[in-house]
């Protein structure tokens, strides 16, 4: 095949790649994006972000269905569970999903190049195709690594994705497992880990360090643990896990306390490993190119997201930084802005995170762990759910909004929120922080009656020390 040229090759079609292909051929670039899999969107649309969060719905409403319908007066009986048929609507779901990015692709003459990619150059690709078969190269004037990240795992667990798996297996169990294990008390573990739980498995969280989902708000985490809890999640805090063997029947575990002790026997059916990702960066020509690459293999970038090697750029989980798609789609237009010559800036302290668990988890800006750790004094605004109509008349009102304002100055630093709904709530508090706004300027917004926003109104009230309804 003959080699082809072009204004930009972004290597991987995740949110991070597909969004900034995107963007560059609306400012007139010549774009190629270079990826193996068929069906475009990365790891988000095929095997994260969107299929997991089918599964989440789907099994929220059986859980629904099974035992909370009654609370309404809607008596059902004889609810049962059609796995595969839960399984095929999620592949419709991300079907459909990719083939909108294939869409956009077309619309905007972007061109899929299937195979991996290799820097051979600076300027120059090098696809191996999938299956093998003759390299293509593809020139361009500038190259954007947006090759995402893969599932760590631990030493001496090796994954089979059958028995012990990653999210990606997790996702496709041919059945609901009686005993499921989960390594890791983050995002992954806690969605995922509901998942099966609320499909009838019993499901133990195992988290090597006190608490769960590090980096958040604390008292939210601990708000989170006590409601998961109370579903069904089985939490081991403070403990490792030191060996985990799978055979034919199941997955044999040992489990210790983080700091030594003695150690303990745990059998599960299914072995989900989710403790952490780590950049797809080791195979892409980089050592010999010299590009700069640390430890942990992220590659360093400036401001524009060029790394150290004159027309090679980063984004995504390539790059330090949050481990989010939204966030990647970020970095993805900042960086094709920066080189198109317009002014683009990402601020990653108001890039939100969501756990879609029931309730879900939404936070964005500075937790009060980190504000104690700076010193800053700051005031906080809280308000429970219970406290709210809507809540109540939806029939889930567990929960609260925490506000955390500059003392000085009122300006929002962080907001943090456990209820249905949190992941549609937080953007207020997100537009208010990239707006450098204040509790003020949220309490004195009307907000509709009777919504679960409200709530967010109230804190900021609460932080101001004039909260209404409590
Ligand atoms: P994570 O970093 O969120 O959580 C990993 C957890 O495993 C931590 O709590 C950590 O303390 C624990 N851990 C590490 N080593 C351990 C060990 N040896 N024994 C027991 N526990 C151990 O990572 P996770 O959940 O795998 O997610 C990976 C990435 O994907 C994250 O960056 C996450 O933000 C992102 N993601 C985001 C989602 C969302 O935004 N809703 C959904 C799924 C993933």
């Known amino acids: 095949m003959a080699d082809a040229t072009y204004d930009l090759v972004v290597l991987g079609a995740g949110p991070g790649g597909y969004v900034a292909a995107i963007r560059a051929a609306q400012l007139g670039m010549n774009v190629a994006v270079v990826e193996p899999r068929e069906r475009l969107g990365g790891t988000c649309l095929n095997i994260g972000c969107i299929p997991s969060k089918a599964l989440l719905v789907s099994s929220h409403l059986y859980a629904d269905a099974s035992k909370n319908f009654a609370q309404h007066g809607i008596l059902a009986s004889g609810i049962s569970l059609d796995l595969a048929a839960m399984m095929a609507r999620k592949d419709k779901v991300v079907d459909l999903s990719t083939k909108g990015v294939a869409f956009l692709f077309k619309k905007h003459k972007i061109t899929h190049v299937r195979g991996t990619g290799f820097i051979a150059a600076p300027g120059k690709v090098e696809v191996t195709p999938v299956g093998g078969g003759d390299k293509q190269v593809v020139n361009a004037t500038r190259i954007l690594i947006a090759t995402g990240s893969n599932p760590t795992t631990l030493p ?180 094709i802005e920066t080189i198109s010559g317009r002014v683009a800036h990402i601020d990653y302290n108001t890039v939100p995170g969501v756990v879609y668990t029931f309730p879900e988890i939404a936070s964005v800006g500075r937790t009060e762990e980190h504000l104690k750790a700076d010193n800053v004094e700051y005031a906080v605004g809280k308000f429970p759910f219970t406290a709210t109509p809507r809540a109540r008349a939806n029939g889930h009102s567990d929960g609260f909004v925490k506000i955390l304002a500059d003392k000085r100055t009122d300006r929002v630093l962080g907001v943090h929120i456990v209820g249905s709904d949190a992941g549609e709530m937080i953007h207020e508090a997100v537009l208010c922080m990239e707006f450098g706004g204040s509790a003020e300027d949220i309490a004195r917004t009307c907000h509709a009656h009777p919504t679960l926003s409200e709530a967010v109104k109230e804190a900021a009230l609460d932080a101001l020390g004039r909260v209404i309804h409590m």
């Open 156 to 335: 001496g667990i090796d994954i089979d994705e059958q028995r012990i798996v990653t999210s990606t297996g997790a996702l496709a169990l041919p059945q609901v497992p009686k005993r499921m294990v989960v390594i890791g008390g983050g995002v992954i573990g806690l969605e995922l880990g509901s998942v099966w739980q609320r499909l009838g498995a019993e499901v133990t969280v195992v988290e090597y360090l006190d608490r769960i989902l590090p980096g958040m708000d604390k008292e939210v985490a601990t708000m989170a643990q006590r409601l998961l809890g109370r579903q069904g999640l089985q939490f081991r805090l403070s403990t490792k896990v030191t060996a985990a063997k799978a055979s034919k029947d199941g997955v044999s575990l040992t489990v210790q306390p983080a700091g030594g002790g003695d150690a303990e026997a745990l059998e599960a059916d299914v072995l989900l490993v989710a403790v952490g990702r780590r950049p797809n960066t080791a195979d892409l020509g980089l050592e010999a190119l010299g590009v700069e690459r640390d430890k942990q293999g992220f590659l360093p970038v400036n401001a524009a997201f060029q790394t150290n090697v004159q027309g090679i750029y980063a984004i995504g989980d390539c790059v330090p930084g949050p481990m989010l798609a939204h966030k990647a789609s970020e970095d993805g237009v900042a960086c």
